[in-house]
């Protein structure tokens, strides 16, 4: 049985932990940037109004923070695609107060941009290692893990006992998307390709409990949230190939302060000022691995 198979059931099966188990935020399994702060939903509300968008899509909304965040600080019109009927129940009763500027959709619809926070990182992947001069791939087999043949997409020159978690389905996810928009904002933790075995010789896969943290293979445990770093460089190069560019990538802690943040927490009032300060620094400073990609439709 490959990885993927088992991240699978694991996240998204019938008792996996996106359908019954997922805990977000502080007292949960693991934060995001929509919990430490709404300056991130704010900065992105701002980002998408000068892009000219009005209907944007959520991809994977969580608890619908991140929505709640830009609504609240804009007049666009958002969607959230989400398949976990826990999740889903949580959004409609913290959305709610939105009405006619909120909706939930169950199948992916033509929309103006598509929002994605760690939404890539969270898809089922596979695990390869090199040794004695080849690629192997791990999977379990016989009520162990062995080492079959199989080799990633990868595209850089291995070292022996060099470890890859690679992306399971990610152009298929991604194509379902691109058709439906001319502009889709990633934000994420990875790297790009030729980055893995300097920061991840030993791979990415982890998986969180309870704020406790598990790697490699030990991250295949019921109720855990299991994840890996996407690679950047495959995310570039198939949007590439069906006609997109890459507008903007940088750091999150940069495209924020390039898009507005500080001005934003300057306009406040004092008395919230004072309640987002912590926050503003958190968003700054703690989630280093988190990259933005932003991607255009190529207009000719």
Same mark, same amino acid.
């Given at each position: 049985?490959?990885?993927?198979?088992?991240?699978?059931?694991?996240?998204?099966?019938?008792?996996?932990?996106?359908?019954?188990?997922?805990?977000?935020?502080?007292?949960? !399994?693991?934060?995001?940037?929509?919990?430490?702060?709404?300056?991130?939903? =704010?900065?992105?509300?701002?980002?998408?109004?000068?892009?000219? *968008?009005?209907?944007?899509?959520?991809?994977?909304?969580?608890?619908?923070?991140?929505?709640?965040?830009?609504?609240?600080?804009?007049?666009?019109?958002? %969607?959230?695609?989400?398949?976990?009927?826990?999740?889903?129940?949580?959004?409609?009763?913290?959305?709610?107060?939105?009405?006619?500027?909120?909706?939930?959709? !169950?199948?992916?619809? +033509? %929309?103006?941009?598509?929002?994605?926070?760690?939404?890539?990182?969270?898809?089922?992947?596979?695990?390869? *290692?090199?040794?004695?001069?080849?690629?192997?791939? *791990?999977?379990?087999?016989?009520?162990?893990?062995?080492?079959?043949?199989?080799?990633?997409?990868?595209?850089?020159?291995?070292?022996?006992?060099?470890?890859? !978690?690679?992306?399971?389905?990610?152009?298929?996810?991604?194509?379902?998307?691109?058709?439906?928009?001319?502009? *889709?904002?990633?934000?994420?933790?990875?790297?790009?390709?030729? +980055?893995?075995?300097?920061?991840?010789?030993?791979?990415?896969?982890?998986?969180?409990?309870?704020?406790?943290? =598990?790697?490699?293979?030990?991250?295949?445990?019921?109720?855990?949230?299991?994840?890996?770093?996407?690679?950047?460089?495959?995310?570039?190069?198939? %949007?590439?190939?069906?006609?997109? =560019?890459?507008?903007? =990538?940088?750091?999150?802690?940069?495209?924020?302060?390039?898009?507005?943040?500080?001005?934003?927490?300057?306009?406040?009032?004092?008395?919230?000022? %004072?309640?987002?300060?912590?926050?503003?620094?958190?968003?700054?400073?703690?989630?280093?691995?988190?990259?933005?990609?932003?991607?255009?439709?190529?207009?000719?």
């Amino acid at each position: 049985m490959r990885i993927s198979e088992i991240v699978k059931t694991l996240l998204y099966g019938e008792n996996g932990y996106y359908m019954r188990h997922v805990k977000i935020g502080k007292r949960g !399994d693991f934060f995001t940037a929509p919990h430490t702060s709404p300056l991130f939903g =704010y900065t992105i509300a701002s980002f998408l109004r000068k892009e000219g *968008v009005r209907l944007f899509v959520e991809v994977g909304g969580g608890e619908g923070y991140l929505m709640e965040d830009i609504l609240n600080f804009s007049d666009l019109v958002g %969607a959230i695609y989400e398949i976990s009927p826990k999740l889903k129940e949580i959004q409609r009763e913290r959305l709610s107060k939105f009405k006619d500027r909120f909706l939930q959709i !169950d199948d992916l619809i +033509e %929309a103006d941009a598509y929002v994605l926070n760690e939404v890539i990182d969270a898809l089922p992947f596979n695990r390869f *290692v090199f040794r004695d001069g080849r690629w192997w791939e *791990v999977v379990f087999e016989n009520g162990k893990w062995e080492l079959v043949e199989g080799e990633p997409k990868i595209r850089i020159t291995p070292f022996e006992g060099f470890i890859y !978690d690679e992306t399971e389905g990610l152009e298929e996810f991604l194509e379902g998307i691109l058709r439906k928009t001319d502009r *889709v904002l990633i934000f994420d933790y990875g790297y790009d390709e030729e +980055e893995f075995p300097i920061f991840a010789p030993e791979g990415t896969m982890s998986g969180y409990k309870e704020h406790r943290v =598990y790697y490699g293979l030990d991250a295949l445990r019921e109720g855990a949230d299991i994840t890996h770093f996407p690679n950047f460089t495959r995310i570039k190069e198939f %949007a590439e190939s069906k006609g997109f =560019y890459v507008k903007e =990538y940088l750091p999150q802690s940069e495209f924020l302060l390039k898009y507005g943040i500080l001005e934003i927490f300057s306009s406040l009032p004092d008395e919230e000022k %004072a309640r987002l300060a912590g926050g503003l620094k958190t968003l700054l400073f703690l989630f280093k691995n988190h990259r933005v990609m932003y991607l255009e439709k190529t207009r000719l």
